[in-house]
């Protein structure tokens, strides 16, 4: 039973990485109190914002897939999705960290929380 909640809150996991899709697409139209806003303290004055847009939908949809398919190899219990999980939750708290726009303001909307669940799954799989 634990490893199927842990495994099912992996995928929810990497289901989430899908709404920064959503944003960096403008399949929805963005607003201030969704956070992320496409702005990165890293790449903004390397890159044109529309670049940047496409590097983060394909990192987050490589994040979506790996914690789903890392959390399906947990519950059927597969040597490899530790290395999946692992590998999946330090590239998502990179993309996190190099995405972010350098203001304080809605860290939670941000991704903060994400980051703190991925250093979580870390020590969970790996530290403990």
Same mark, same amino acid.
């Given at each position: 039973?634990?490893?199927?909640?842990?495994?099912?809150?992996?995928?929810?996991?990497?289901?989430?990485?899908?709404?920064?899709?959503?944003?960096?697409?403008?399949?929805?139209?963005?607003?201030?109190?969704?956070?992320?806003?496409?702005?990165?303290?890293?790449?903004?004055?390397? +890159?044109?914002?529309?670049? #940047? =847009?496409?590097?983060?939908?394909? *990192?987050? %949809? /490589?994040?979506? @897939?790996?914690?789903?398919?890392?959390?399906?190899?947990?519950?059927?219990?597969?040597?490899?999705?530790?290395?999946?999980?692992?590998?999946?939750?330090?590239?998502?708290?990179?993309?996190?960290?190099?995405?972010?726009?350098?203001?304080?303001?809605? +860290?939670?909307?941000?991704? #903060? =929380?994400?980051?703190?669940?991925? *250093?979580? %799954? /870390?020590?969970? @799989?790996?530290?403990?």
């Amino acid at each position: 039973m634990r490893e199927l909640v842990g495994g099912g809150f992996l995928v929810l996991h990497g289901f989430v990485h899908l709404w920064y899709v959503v944003l960096s697409q403008g399949w929805v139209e963005a607003e201030e109190q969704m956070g992320w806003n496409g702005h990165s303290w890293l790449l903004s004055s390397h +890159l044109p914002t529309e670049t #940047i =847009l496409s590097i983060a939908s394909v *990192l987050y %949809i /490589v994040a979506a @897939l790996g914690f789903a398919a890392g959390g399906m190899g947990y519950v059927l219990d597969q040597d490899w999705a530790v290395t999946v999980l692992v590998a999946t939750a330090v590239l998502s708290t990179v993309v996190l960290v190099v995405m972010w726009d350098e203001k304080p303001d809605l +860290l939670v909307e941000k991704g #903060i =929380l994400g980051v703190l669940i991925n *250093l979580g %799954i /870390v020590y969970w @799989l790996v530290l403990r």
